[in-house]
């Protein structure tokens, strides 16, 4: 299994202004990957994660509004920039380790 | 592409009585399939998983689930709910690009 930690657990932020998120995993892991989960919805990937090359984002994300580092295969952060109340959201990362999804805690954004 | 779909946004059921709780997923290799719940103000937790082998899966908290490959179909259920139940709960397809597709999720609601 995995441990992961985020930082911060949650967040009150002023429109326009930009959030880091960070991310620490207790083992090596190839992949890690950030999740959205807006009020009363599911979650929806950002994107993943690389180690050593850029993020690959889906669908509807841009490395503008959502630039990812992962500097080592322990850590990764995530920025959300000039954000908007529509920001307001859960943020979780989460790792894959044999077959199965592990999540952190997740940071609760609100955007005021 | 894979896709999940959970039948029903919300499930309303009076304590003691049981429930299902409904998913299907689309895929065209085989998939893991899993059932995470979310408390109120809390982080995915796993319930169970079907990763092979025998299609009733048991998990956490008494519920169950059965894989039906025939139907694509990955139900929970449980013979007597709790007000404690009460939560959100997404089933998942883990894909072959280690990432997790969510269904919508369904709020079970359990009533006195």
């Known amino acids: 299994s995995a441990v992961i930690s985020q930082k911060p657990s949650r967040d009150i932020c002023q429109r326009g202004t930009s959030l880091t998120i960070q991310c620490q995993v207790d083992s090596q892991v190839t992949m890690m990957f950030w999740y959205r989960q807006q009020p009363g919805q599911s979650l929806t990937l950002i994107a993943t994660?690389?180690?050593?090359?850029?993020?690959?984002?889906e669908s509807g994300f841009v490395i503008d509004k959502f630039p990812i580092s992962r500097p080592n295969l322990t850590f990764s952060t995530l920025t959300v920039s000039n954000m908007s109340p529509e920001d307001s959201s859960i943020y979780l990362c989460s790792v894959p380790m044999n077959t199965e999804a592990f999540f952190g805690q997740g940071t609760r954004l609100t955007v005021v | 592409a894979q896709s999940v779909t959970q039948l029903d946004s919300q499930v309303p059921v009076f304590e003691e009585a049981p429930v299902e709780l409904r998913c299907n997923y689309s895929?065209?290799?085989?998939?893991?399939l899993f059932w995470y719940v979310q408390y109120p103000n809390q982080g995915l937790q796993l319930l169970l998983k079907y990763l092979s082998g025998s299609t009733l899966v048991k998990g956490i908290n008494g519920f169950e689930a059965e894989f039906n490959k025939s139907q694509t179909s990955f139900h929970l259920r449980k013979p007597s709910v709790h007000i404690s139940d009460t939560a959100e709960y997404f089933c998942a397809v883990y894909t072959g690009g280690f990432k997790t597709i969510f269904g919508a999720g369904t709020r079970l609601f359990v009533k006195a």
């Open positions: 895929s065209s290799v085989s998939v893991y």
């Open positions: 994660a690389n180690q050593g090359s850029e993020a690959t984002y």
